[in-house]
């Protein structure tokens, strides 16, 4: 590792001395400058005064958050707090934390990628246009949408917890993988129901997303966006259960066993295969490969929406799917044949196709069942609509993720298995409804998934 002195001289009094380890390996770069030859490096940046006394007080006060960013590129280029922690008088965000009290600095605990859109106007507009923007915060946002999800929670119908407790779990749920919109107390700062969040955060000043989900503050390290665990504190468990398919693939068995030794840290758009032997979750969603280039897009390379009740090609503001798929495929071509490429996919639109083909039989029962005013008010004391749930929501995802992703156990045992069974399962409640004219007096159901 590379060893960087770099003197800070503060009006000649103190002399600050960082001593950094380059997050890069010694190894040519493309795009970023070649430091290999360099021994020591000595920057008399322009950081103001200001700049200075954030990072000398903080490294005392919260030497967490300054060992971290001094690892960081940035801090090797000279973005400190002062760029993305200081804010106009005039913005909503604007407080003042205890080291700047009385100055006219202004701060903010909040950084919305309009900050970071200064310097990377490129990925932030990918971003925005992705589903981990405004569609990510959007059911947690909309009330309608967020009571029929969580009917339980639905004002007054909650088994009588006090109003103050109601959104807890939406809170601590929803709230840190989807976002929110952030509410201000009367000093500026962020109500504690409201922040931190997840991946769709809306912030006071009209930014939207959350960069640090994948990009871990302080140290911002593309080497830990790449790996597959960036990914998973969202993209687990029994609805989507993705890392879970990633480490069962062939890709992820191939990342477990010797990922160790694969090269994190190329410069975007070289890291290319050799660096790594199989894809992570970012090579086939977001980086440059062959001829593709980064995107922070997440939604342009997919052909199916396999999250919600139908599979259905992805089409307005889920994207497009036929361009998708055609993007898809160039990642895959990279290292697989077009053969082996297309009979992946082929398969992988039929188990989409049989999902669809059980759903509308159940959706069907379910219209059925409601036309004869044979379906309970409370969807969650229904065995029939809360099977349902479990069809689309959790095996039904499973299948269809388990077959785009080769993860053969969700796609059958946890997948297509479950489907079968909470299928008849629905029918025989179907039936019997049908049959009596009336709704059967005890659940035959768990009310637990069928997991
Ligand atoms: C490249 C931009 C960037 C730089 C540079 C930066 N931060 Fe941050 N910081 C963020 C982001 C983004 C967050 C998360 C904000 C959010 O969730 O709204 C954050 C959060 C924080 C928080 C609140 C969260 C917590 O864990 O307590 C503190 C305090 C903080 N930073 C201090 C600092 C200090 C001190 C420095 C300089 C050593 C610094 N930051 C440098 C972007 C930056
Ligand atoms: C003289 C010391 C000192 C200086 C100078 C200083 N800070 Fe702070 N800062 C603190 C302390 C102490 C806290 C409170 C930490 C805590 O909440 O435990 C704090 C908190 C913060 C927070 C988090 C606020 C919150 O409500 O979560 C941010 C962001 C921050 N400082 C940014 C900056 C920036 C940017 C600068 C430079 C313009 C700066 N600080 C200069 C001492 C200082
Ligand atoms: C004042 C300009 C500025 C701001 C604001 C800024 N960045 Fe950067 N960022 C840079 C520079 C300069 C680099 C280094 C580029 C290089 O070395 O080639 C960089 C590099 C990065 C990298 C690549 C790191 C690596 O390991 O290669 C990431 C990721 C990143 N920034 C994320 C963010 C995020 C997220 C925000 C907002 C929270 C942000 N930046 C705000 C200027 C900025
Ligand atoms: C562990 C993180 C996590 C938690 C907690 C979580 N979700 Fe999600 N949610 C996700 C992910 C990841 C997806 C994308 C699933 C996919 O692609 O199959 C998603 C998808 C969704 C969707 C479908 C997409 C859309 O925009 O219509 C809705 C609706 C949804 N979640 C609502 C909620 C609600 C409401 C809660 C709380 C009751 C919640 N989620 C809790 C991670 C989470
Ligand atoms: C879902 C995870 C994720 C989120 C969220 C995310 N990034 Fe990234 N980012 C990545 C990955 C992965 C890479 C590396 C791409 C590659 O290998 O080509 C990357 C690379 C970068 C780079 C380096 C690109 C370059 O060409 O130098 C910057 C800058 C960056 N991201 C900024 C941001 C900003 C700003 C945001 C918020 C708007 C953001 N990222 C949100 C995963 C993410
Ligand atoms: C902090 C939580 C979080 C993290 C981290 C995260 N995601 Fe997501 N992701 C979500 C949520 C929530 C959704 C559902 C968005 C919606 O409602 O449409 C989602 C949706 C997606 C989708 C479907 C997008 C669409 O348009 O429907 C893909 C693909 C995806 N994520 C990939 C990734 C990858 C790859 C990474 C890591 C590099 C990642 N995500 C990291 C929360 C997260
Ligand atoms: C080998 C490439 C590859 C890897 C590795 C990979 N994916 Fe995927 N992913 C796909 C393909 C292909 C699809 C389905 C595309 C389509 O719609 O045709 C998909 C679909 C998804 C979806 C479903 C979007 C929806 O509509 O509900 C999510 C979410 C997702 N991936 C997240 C991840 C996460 C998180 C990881 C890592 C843990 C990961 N992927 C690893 C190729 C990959
Ligand atoms: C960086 C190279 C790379 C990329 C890109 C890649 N794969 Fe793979 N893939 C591999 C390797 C290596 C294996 C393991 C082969 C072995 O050792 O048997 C593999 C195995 C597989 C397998 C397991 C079946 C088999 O052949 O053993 C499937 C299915 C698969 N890949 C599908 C895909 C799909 C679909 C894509 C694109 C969405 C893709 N791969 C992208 C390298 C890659």
Redesign the pocket.
């Known amino acids: 590792m590379l060893m960087l002195k770099r003197l800070f001289s503060l009006s000649g009094l103190i002399i600050l001395s960082l001593v950094m380890t380059s997050p890069y390996g010694l190894a040519q770069q493309k795009s970023y400058p070649d430091l290999s030859k360099t021994k020591e490096l000595i920057i008399k940046r322009g950081y103001s005064k200001e700049a200075l006394q954030?990072?000398e007080c903080?490294?005392k006060?919260?030497p967490g958050?300054?060992e971290?960013?001094?690892s960081?590129r940035?801090?090797h280029a000279g973005?400190?707090?002062?760029?993305?922690?200081t804010v106009k008088k005039s913005s909503p965000m604007a407080s003042q934390?205890e080291g700047v009290k009385g100055t006219n600095i202004f701060t903010?605990?909040?950084?919305?990628p309009k900050?970071?859109a200064r310097?990377h106007p490129k990925e932030v507009e990918q971003f925005s246009k992705s589903g981990h923007a405004k569609l990510a915060s959007a059911p947690v946002e909309d009330k309608k949408k967020f009571q029929v999800l969580m009917y339980s929670l639905e004002a007054g119908k909650f088994a009588g917890a006090p109003d103050s407790l109601r959104n807890a779990a939406r809170q601590s749920g929803c709230q840190m993988c989807h976002g929110s919109t952030?509410k201000l107390n009367a000093d500026n700062k962020?109500t504690d129901d409201s922040?931190?969040?997840g991946i769709g955060?809306r912030?006071p000043d009209g930014g939207i997303g959350?960069?640090?989900v994948c990009?871990n503050?302080?140290g911002?390290k593309v080497s830990e966006a790449r790996k597959p665990e960036s990914c998973a504190k969202c993209h687990l468990g029994p609805d989507h259960p993705d890392i879970e398919i990633y480490y069962e693939s062939h890709h992820g068995q191939l990342f477990l066993t010797e990922g160790e030794e694969w090269r994190w840290d190329s410069a975007p758009d070289t890291w290319e295969p050799g660096d790594y032997k199989a894809p992570t979750c970012a090579v086939c969603h977001m980086s440059g490969i062959g001829e593709l280039s980064t995107t922070h897009n997440i939604s342009e390379r997919l052909k199916w929406d396999l999250m919600h009740p139908k599979s259905v090609v992805r089409s307005g503001e889920r994207g497009n799917g036929e361009k998708g798929r055609k993007l898809m495929v160039k990642v895959c071509t990279n290292c697989h044949s077009s053969t082996h490429t297309r009979n992946h996919f082929a398969k992988l639109d039929r188990s989409a196709q049989l999902y669809n083909f059980y759903q509308g039989k159940a959706a069907k029962m379910l219209a059925d069942l409601k036309a004869k005013n044979l379906l309970k008010q409370d969807k969650w004391k229904d065995p029939i609509q809360e099977l349902y749930y479990y069809l689309w929501h959790h095996v039904g995802r499973r299948a269809r993720q388990g077959s785009a992703m080769d993860g053969p156990d969700y796609a059958h045992w946890h997948g297509f298995f479950q489907l079968f069974q909470v299928y008849k399962d629905m029918e025989d409640i179907y039936n019997y409804r049908i049959k009596n004219g009336k709704i059967e007096e005890l659940s035959p159901v768990m009310s637990s998934a069928p997991y």
Request: overall charge positive; aromatic content about 12%.
């Open positions: 954030c990072i903080h490294s006060k919260t958050i300054v971290n960013w001094k960081s940035m801090a973005v400190s707090c002062y760029d993305c922690h934390c903010s605990p909040m950084v919305s900050t970071c310097c952030v962020p922040w931190p969040g955060m912030y959350n960069c640090v990009h503050r302080h911002f």
